[in-house]
Nanobody, 125 residues
Framework: QLQLVESGGGLVQPGGSLRLSCTASGFTLDYYHMGWFRQAPGKDREGVAYITGTDGNTYYPDSVKGRFTTSRDNAKNTVYLQMNSLKPEDTGTYYC??????????????????WGQGTQVTVSS
């Protein structure tokens, strides 16, 4: 059984930082591309970070580029999302997801096969 579990969300002031973790069970995540997505009330789910399962290349949209960094620790079967210089518009539920059947990296949430339960991130003063 494949499972992803996120942790590390919480309340932080604007300009602050959070580090999210996503731990996989039932599969070895180093073989697969991993994505981080967020969803705010009234908005579509959007990708904020991606990391490939083969060479560790990363991709970020302009909205978070320079502020967010994703990395992986294969020995711990865990992917991380380091978020710095957080803004109120970063508020939302953050999910990690695994793409188990694409050879190349894809960015659409519909391409990802397994999802964590989500962790809430709130940026507010």
């Amino acid at each position: 059984q494949l499972q992803l579990v996120e942790s590390g969300g919480g309340l932080v002031q604007p300009g602050g930082s959070l580090r999210l973790s996503c731990t996989a069970s039932g599969f070895t995540l180093d073989y697969y591309h991993m994505g981080w997505f967020r969803q705010a009330p009234g908005k579509d789910r959007e990708g904020v970070a991606y990391i490939t399962g083969t060479d560790g290349n990363t991709y970020y949209p302009d909205s978070v580029k320079g502020r967010f960094t994703t990395s992986r620790d294969n020995a711990k079967n865990t992917v991380y999302l380091q978020m710095n210089s957080l803004k109120p518009e970063d508020t939302g539920t953050y999910y990690c997801a695994a793409d188990v059947d694409s050879a190349g990296l894809v960015t659409g949430p519909g391409e990802y096969d397994y999802w964590g339960q989500g962790t809430q991130v709130t940026v507010s003063s």
